[in-house]
Structures are given as C-alpha cells and as structure tokens.
C-alpha cells in the first residue's frame, strides 16, 4: 500500500497536523474540516499516526539510560525507560522496567481543609478530572497506602 495516498479516494494525503491532546495525524488532502458546521468536507478519510516517543533529558534512576516519553492506549502520559520493550509476539517485557506517570500541575489554592485546616491544593488526575485534596495528603507507592490527610473534593 503506498503510505502517501488516501485508501479511500487515491488523492495524496495533506500534512501532518498535532491535536490538542498531541496526536498525530494526516487527512486527506481533499478533505477539510469546517469548524463552522463541526463537519468534514470532502474526503474524510483521517490517518492517525503513532504517538512518537521523545526523548527526555532525564536518566533512568534504575540503570542510568534516558528517559522517553509516550502515551498509552488511554491517553495518559508516561516516562519510561528507553530500553524497556514491549514484544507484542510473546507479551512479554525486555529491557528496564522503570516507568513513572506524568504528573499533572498542581496549584496550592488560599483554601482550608475542612478536616485538618491543612492548605488545599488542586490538581488533576491521570485521566483529567480535576479535584481539590489537602496538601498532606499523598501516596506510599511502597506500602500502596493513602497518607495523611484524606480530604478530596472533586471538580466539574
Ligand atoms: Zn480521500
Ligand atoms: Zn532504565
Ligand atoms: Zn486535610
């Protein structure tokens, strides 16, 4: 198949374009989205391209190697080793193992928590819900326990 040509009409395929969540993808080069009827016109064949891991400037605390960044199925960004692979074939992971969830932003808010008059802080979730927790709050990744204050209060 020739990866320059649309499958559906045969016309060339247009440039890349990034999305706001930071996919990749191509149309159809006859085919334009017009953002006043929310719709496609034309050819509406959309090529979605692989999210392209980048390479952080970050060394993996376990062996030393750089650290990339990439997106899972769900959309969640990732840093992880540059070693580790995946094999689709036998399902099974090679290399370094080390991997850790990009945090999102966290913004301290002049607000108390109703529970321990700790400052409360909003953040974001791995999925994007926002919320409010208190500032002691936190998370053992050794024990997999909540520490200090539980307090969450969730955000529309
Ligand atoms: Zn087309
Ligand atoms: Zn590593
Ligand atoms: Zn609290």
């Known amino acids: 198949m020739d990866d320059t040509k649309c499958p ?52 993996c605390p376990k062996c030393g190697e750089p650290l990339v960044v990439t997106m899972t199925r769900f959309n969640k960004k990732m840093k992880k080793c540059s070693t580790s692979k995946w094999d689709p074939k036998t399902k099974t992971a090679s290399g370094c193992n080390f991997f850790e969830w990009m945090k999102a932003p966290v913004e301290e808010l002049d607000e108390e928590c109703p529970q321990c008059g700790a400052k409360l802080i909003k953040t974001q979730t791995a999925t994007g ?28």
């Open 129 to 156: 819900k926002n919320m409010k927790k208190c500032s002691t709050g936190g998370w053992d990744r050794e024990t997999r326990s909540a520490t200090g204050c539980s307090y969450v209060e969730w955000l529309k």
């Open 8 to 59: 559906k009409c045969g016309s060339a395929l247009g440039e890349v374009v990034t999305t706001k969540t930071g996919k990749k993808l191509q149309r159809c080069s006859t085919g334009s989205w017009n953002t006043e009827t929310r719709q496609t016109e034309g050819c509406d064949y959309v090529k979605w391209l692989p999210f392209e891991p980048e390479t952080l400037d970050e060394k």
